[in-house]
């Protein structure tokens, strides 16, 4: 069983020291991965202006964009949301939409979330057993799963957003220090699960929601190594 990754954090330390450890060591994952995010927005909007403290994660970046050359960042950092009756139900930050400049129609779009982990993120990452619910009810609840629908909702919020005929695909780029090189992992298609999400809180909060508590402000990049 390989070893949990905070153990080497809390090894010989009092239950208060450890605490305090744990604590610190996910505000400075925190600030890496904010960092990061703000690396890649830098480069992709063609500003060469150096991030401190993620000198590795910024050329993983530059490799990335260099051998993805046909893809065209188009937007960062975009906000989507979902309504009903003019509220807003669901909302999220991409980290960037490509154009695939291959496709002379110009309609051929990829949705990119940039995650600084050393985590496996990829589809044969470990859920220890776990389902997940709803709309995703019997897939494992493992990292994969949950950022692939995570990218297919925003996904899906940016569709309601452009003109009919646009094909989104989405895809996740793992960024560490620990690696030799990015990853680029293609999401698993999840988008008509997203979409009935969606069409659900649309039409409003159901009772067993508010009761089961998953009716809850989202934690920002939940479940990464920077959190």
């Not at 605490?19 to 909007?45: C, I, P, Y």
């Not at 990119?112 to 019997?138: C, H, Q, W």
């Amino acid at each position: 069983k390989p070893e949990h990754y905070l153990n080497p954090v809390v090894r010989g330390l009092s239950d208060k020291e450890a605490e305090a450890a744990v604590l610190e060591h996910w505000k400075m994952q925190t600030n890496l991965g904010t960092a990061s995010h703000l690396a890649a927005e830098r480069l992709m909007n063609s500003v060469e202006e150096p991030v401190a403290g993620v000198e590795t994660e910024t050329e993983q970046i530059r490799a990335f964009l260099r051998e993805h050359d046909y893809m065209a960042p188009l937007r960062t950092e975009l906000s989507v949301y979902g309504t009903r009756d003019g509220k807003p139900t669901i909302a999220g930050q991409l980290d960037a939409i490509f154009e695939d400049t291959r496709d002379t129609t110009g309609r051929s779009l990829t949705l990119v979330d940039f995650k600084r982990t050393n985590k496996e993120i990829g589809p044969g990452g470990p859920s220890y057993g776990k389902k997940m619910i709803g709309e995703l009810a019997g897939r494992p609840a493992n990292l994969h799963v949950k950022y692939s629908f995570q990218c297919h909702l925003y996904a899906a919020l940016l569709s309601d957003l452009l003109e009919p005929g646009f094909q989104i695909e989405c895809a996740l780029v793992k960024l560490h220090p620990s690696l030799d090189s990015y990853e680029y992992i293609p999401c698993e298609n999840l988008r008509a699960e997203a979409s009935e999400l969606i069409s659900r809180l649309s039409n409003g909060l159901t009772d067993q929601m508010l009761e089961r508590g998953l009716v809850q402000k989202k934690r920002v990049r939940e479940g990464e190594e920077d959190e």
